[in-house]
């Protein structure tokens, strides 16, 4: 059985690798659903909990299966929650503990979890687990109890959970949990979790989530692997990001910024992007998060069922395929097409050298150049005129618009890597915003206007097809152990009978494999059309 992502912080740092795929480098591209292990899901669209013959699996199974599509591949949990409509107890009616907070573990309640943690690793996912979580306020954590344990509870606790999901490989581990200016003895009791976790597992990676404050809090720091970001304002998300991958050399990851319809803490379509695009160029290539408020609780968020929900996330529709969502997968695929792991931040300003706008605002232009010099992305948040320096490109480069919004392209010219150039983009995206992905690849081999179909006379150690704009399709036994459509622009099609043990299309800019179902192909990393 497939056990999913075994994530691992990479030898030279700032991205995380899949030891399950020969070391390919992963990002992280999540969704948040904290509550999935605990409740029924309502209908995608409604506010309220589905109808008593619905099940917790099948609720499940409609997130992955939705999530997977838009490609996502990362859920993050409250292992124990005060959100839920049963809280603290799980919707098989399970409390967590059998009695004393953290000491007794109820182990049918960590066993509902485990399922949860099998089912993602069969769609590919990895799992965020936040042992205890501590809480905004007393009312959405358990920060008052952490803190009147002693440490040497919250170690064993700690243990308890890495036994428990050491054995899967598609997990890691949340400190803290959204608790302002944590005090001294919270600070000091989830260092004790660290320590009873990194007792019984080496394997999976550890990261920290604080309320607005930097991920590497000056004594949990010691015990993460990977430095995460969380603010909920405008702009101030990828500044956070460029001041941590500026401080350190560890992986960084945006793990929570504003949720779709937060409208009253200034969330819009415009800022959601901007959020996402300008943490990846600013260094988050650990990963970033997408969180709904009407779908991060998996529950009915009508007023009454879960008291301890914010007001933000109350009253808002279960949506799996919304606006917010469809555009992260957008901007995404840009990214996935690339040898993204190789992203350098351009904060000094040699790539783009004029036009930027005001620093660690939502309307400045944030680039990336690749270590290689081979390609480079540049967030254009307003209409006005960038210029680049092409000289940083190791060889004549091809421009191109791409919509944020839908990912359409445009084609902004061919140029020599001398001299600068001027870009501007003069009407609205797909969206009616403003704003634009600036994309620069080495120019490469033209794309032919088709690709061949395969059949079962097809069958060879090798089948590839060069610079073709369409992938392969394949009927019969067109097997090979490598089997190949470079600079394709979509995904291969084939029936059951095409597969054969492991074969790989590049496609769409990104390497394909089938799935470990063979039911179809999923994208494993870029290497070069």
């Given at each position: 059985m497939y056990s999913g992502p075994l994530l691992q912080v990479h030898g030279g740092g700032r991205y995380?690798?899949?030891?399950?795929?020969?070391?390919?480098?992963?990002r992280i591209k999540g969704v948040a659903n904290w509550l999935i292990h605990l409740q029924v899901a309502p209908a995608s669209g409604s506010s309220f909990p589905n109808s008593a013959g619905s099940t917790l699996a099948a609720g499940q199974d409609a997130w992955f299966t939705a999530m997977a599509a838009l490609g996502c591949n990362s859920v993050v949990i409250q292992l124990i929650s005060k959100y839920q409509s049963t809280a603290p107890n799980d919707s098989d009616g399970n409390s967590p503990f059998t009695g004393a907070m953290f000491s007794t573990p109820r182990q049918a309640y960590f066993d509902s979890v485990k399922l949860l943690v099998q089912k993602a690793a069969l769609a590919g996912f990895t799992v965020g687990i936040a042992p205890c979580w501590a809480g905004y306020d007393s009312g959405q954590g358990f920060y008052t109890d952490i803190e009147a344990a002693t440490g040497a509870v919250m170690e064993d606790y700690g243990e308890y959970v890495a036994q428990q999901f050491e054995p899967y490989d598609n997990v890691w581990y949340i400190l803290g949990g959204d608790r302002p200016s944590p005090s001294a003895t919270l600070d000091s009791r989830f260092e004790s979790v660290a320590t009873g976790i990194r007792a019984f597992d080496s394997r999976h990676f550890l990261t920290v989530h604080w309320n607005f404050a930097a991920g590497d809090n000056p004594?949990?720091?010691?015990?993460?692997?990977?430095?995460?970001?969380?603010?909920?304002?405008?702009?101030?998300?990828?500044?956070?990001?460029?001041?941590?991958?500026?401080?350190n050399d560890a992986p960084v990851m945006m793990l929570e910024a504003l949720y779709e319809l937060n409208t009253g803490f200034g969330a819009t379509a415009f800022v959601l992007r901007e959020q996402t695009?300008?943490?990846?160029?600013?260094?988050a290539l650990a990963g970033t998060w997408f969180g709904h408020e009407g779908t991060w609780h998996a529950g009915g968020g009508n007023p009454g069922?879960?008291?301890?929900?914010?007001?933000?996330?109350?009253?808002?529709?279960?949506?799996?395929?919304?606006?917010?969502?469809?555009?992260?997968?957008?901007?995404?695929?840009?990214?996935?097409?690339?040898?993204?792991?190789?992203?350098?931040?351009?904060?000094?300003?040699?790539?783009?050298?004029?036009?930027?706008?005001?620093?660690?605002?939502?309307?400045?232009?944030?680039?990336?150049?690749?270590?290689?010099?081979?390609?480079?992305?540049?967030?254009?948040?307003?209409?006005?005129?960038l210029t680049i320096a092409l000289s940083q490109f190791s060889g004549p480069v091809r421009a191109r618009w791409y919509d944020p919004t839908n990912g359409a392209t445009e084609e902004a010219g061919a140029f020599s890597n001398s001299g600068s150039q001027a870009f501007s983009h003069a009407t609205n995206n797909a969206g009616g915003d403003d704003d634009w992905l600036l994309v620069f690849d080495l120019q490469g081999a033209v794309a032919a206007s088709s690709a061949p179909s395969f059949s079962a006379a097809a069958v060879g150690a090798v089948l590839y097809v060069a610079a073709a704009s369409s992938a392969p399709?394949?009927?019969?036994?067109?097997?090979?152990?490598?089997?190949?459509?470079?600079?394709?622009?979509?995904?291969?099609?084939?029936?059951?009978?095409?597969?054969?043990?492991?074969?790989?299309?590049?496609?769409?800019?990104?390497?394909?494999?089938?799935?470990?179902?063979?039911?179809?192909?999923?994208?494993?990393?870029?290497?070069?059309?």
């Open positions: 995380l690798v899949d030891a399950r795929a020969s070391s390919a480098p992963h004594t949990v720091t010691g015990a993460t692997d990977v430095t995460s970001c969380y603010k909920w304002s405008d702009g101030t998300v990828p500044a956070q990001v460029r001041a941590e991958y500026a401080e695009i300008g943490s990846l160029l600013n260094g069922s879960q008291p301890n929900l914010p007001s933000q996330s109350t009253g808002k529709a279960y949506d799996l395929n919304s606006t917010g969502i469809n555009q992260q997968k957008a901007i995404h695929d840009v990214f996935d097409a690339r040898e993204w792991w190789k992203l350098a931040p351009d904060t000094g300003s040699a790539l783009v050298t004029a036009g930027r706008g005001t620093i660690d605002t939502v309307n400045y232009a944030v680039a990336a150049l690749a270590s290689d010099s081979s390609f480079a992305i540049v967030y254009c948040p307003t209409g006005g005129s399709t394949l009927t019969g036994g067109a097997t090979g152990a490598s089997l190949a459509a470079s600079a394709a622009s979509s995904a291969p099609t084939m029936n059951a009978a095409a597969l054969g043990q492991y074969n790989d299309i590049q496609a769409g800019g990104a390497k394909w494999h089938p799935d470990y179902y063979q039911r179809g192909w999923i994208p494993d990393y870029f290497s070069g059309a």
